[in-house]
């Protein structure tokens, strides 16, 4: 006795979902419980299993159809019409047709019907949970010059993402525009409060998860270290990475240490320093405002500054050449106006506008 398993997995470009493998393994195990030999019938882009097109009806006692719709239409018609001598189970389907009118199987335990409805088996899946790791990218900081190493962190990043499993969040802490649809601030620490990790190259990434003991890999992107990995020293959060250090070694270690309970503690404990340090920050703004006349600690050694700062950055051409058409398209305007209304009606005409 052989039993041949298929489902919608074994037709190519049939929206397979997560249910439909989920069920899959379930029914595998019932029958490998049963103690019955199997075949599972696969399609593009799943491997390792027949093709049901090609398989012969002969050499199976029973095949059984898994999970999703079953409708009456062509394609179900010719996997039934194939297997007709074989003995027809069909396991958490939901059936279009009315049973009393269509119903290809010897036995029917479906998912919903005209006669009935059950759980889904999917209630029974066991699946490893993986972890849910929110990535906070930082823009290219020009203003660290030649320093910046954004690109090399973020490449170092997707080929991490790549070697593990796990459910990426891209998360924007930017809001002026924010480029994955969060509308405010608390959005941004809500969602970042609920990954399992957090993998950035932003400040505020790093300590909003701090913040909300949410352990993170933080990546500082300039070269030397700057911001990111000063903040970190500050608070005595160990997972940080110059770019200048960062290897996929590291990384790996990281990811797993991040994802462990010993973590999040840590993660709390910087948390409750950096609480009571800024806490420290506020009393000292407090005096500030109660003694204005108390010394000042302005420094302004003009000899010592980068003047370049202060340039203009260049724009590219073609936001040069844009601009230009367009103030030459208002000259060219306001010159026939003026040519056909005259220099006092046009003069009112634009006070009006």
């Given at each position: 006795m052989k039993i041949l398993l298929a489902?919608?997995?074994?037709?190519?470009?049939?929206?397979?979902?997560?249910?439909?493998?989920?069920?899959?393994?379930?029914?595998?195990?019932?029958?490998?419980?049963?103690?019955?030999?199997?075949d599972i019938a696969l399609a593009s882009p799943f491997i390792g299993g027949v093709d049901w097109r090609l398989a012969d009806p002969n050499i199976y006692s029973h095949v059984v159809f898994v999970c999703g719709p079953f409708p009456y239409v062509k394609l179900s018609n010719e996997f039934v019409e194939h297997?007709?001598?074989?003995?027809?189970?069909?396991?958490?389907?939901?059936?279009?047709?009315?049973?009393?009118?269509?119903?290809?199987?010897?036995?029917?335990?479906?998912?919903d019907s005209s006669a009935c409805t059950r759980p889904d088996i999917t209630f029974l899946s066991h699946q490893a949970k993986v972890p849910v790791v929110g990535i906070i990218l930082v823009h290219p900081q020009h203003e660290y010059k030649d320093k910046g190493r954004h690109e090399i962190a973020h490449e170092a990043i997707n080929r991490l993402i790549a070697s593990r499993e796990m459910v990426t969040v891209p998360i924007?802490?930017?809001?002026?525009?924010?480029?994955?649809?969060?509308?405010?601030?608390?959005?941004?620490?809500?969602?970042?409060?609920?990954?399992?990790?957090?993998?950035?190259?932003?400040?505020?990434?790093?300590?909003?998860?701090?913040?909300?003991?949410?352990?993170?890999?933080?990546?500082?992107?300039?070269?030397?270290?700057?911001?990111?990995?000063?903040?970190?020293?500050?608070?005595?959060?160990?997972?940080?990475?110059?770019?200048d250090n960062l290897t996929d070694e590291a990384l790996q270690q990281a990811f797993d240490y991040c994802y462990t309970e010993e973590a999040r503690e840590k993660a709390r404990e910087c948390r409750d320093r950096a609480i009571k340090l800024v806490e420290e920050v506020r009393d000292e703004f407090i005096f500030a405002l109660d003694s204005p006349n108390s010394a000042s600690a302005r420094v302004w050694r003009?000899?010592?500054?980068?003047?370049?700062?202060?340039?203009?950055?260049?724009?590219?051409?073609?936001?040069v050449a844009v601009r230009k058409a367009r103030t030459f398209k208002k000259k060219a305007t306001y010159a026939i106006v003026k040519l056909l209304l005259g220099n006092k009606k046009t003069e009112a005409l634009l006070s009006k506008l």
């Open positions: 489902g919608w997995f074994s037709f190519e470009k049939c929206n397979v979902t997560a249910g439909d493998l989920m069920a899959r393994d379930i029914v595998c195990e019932w029958i490998e419980k049963a103690g019955y030999r199997y297997f007709s001598s074989c003995r027809m189970i069909g396991v958490d389907l939901s059936m279009i047709e009315p049973i009393e009118n269509w119903n290809p199987f010897d036995v029917l335990l479906e998912r924007d802490t930017g809001l002026d525009p924010n480029q994955t649809n969060l509308k405010s601030a608390a959005e941004i620490e809500s969602l970042i409060s609920r990954m399992d990790f957090v993998v950035t190259t932003r400040l505020h990434g790093t300590v909003l998860a701090l913040k909300n003991g949410v352990p993170v890999i933080a990546i500082d992107p300039i070269a030397g270290g700057a911001k990111i990995v000063l903040q970190t020293e500050t608070i005595g959060w160990p997972i940080v990475f110059s770019v003009e000899e010592a500054l980068d003047k370049s700062q202060l340039e203009l950055p260049r724009l590219p051409i073609r936001q």
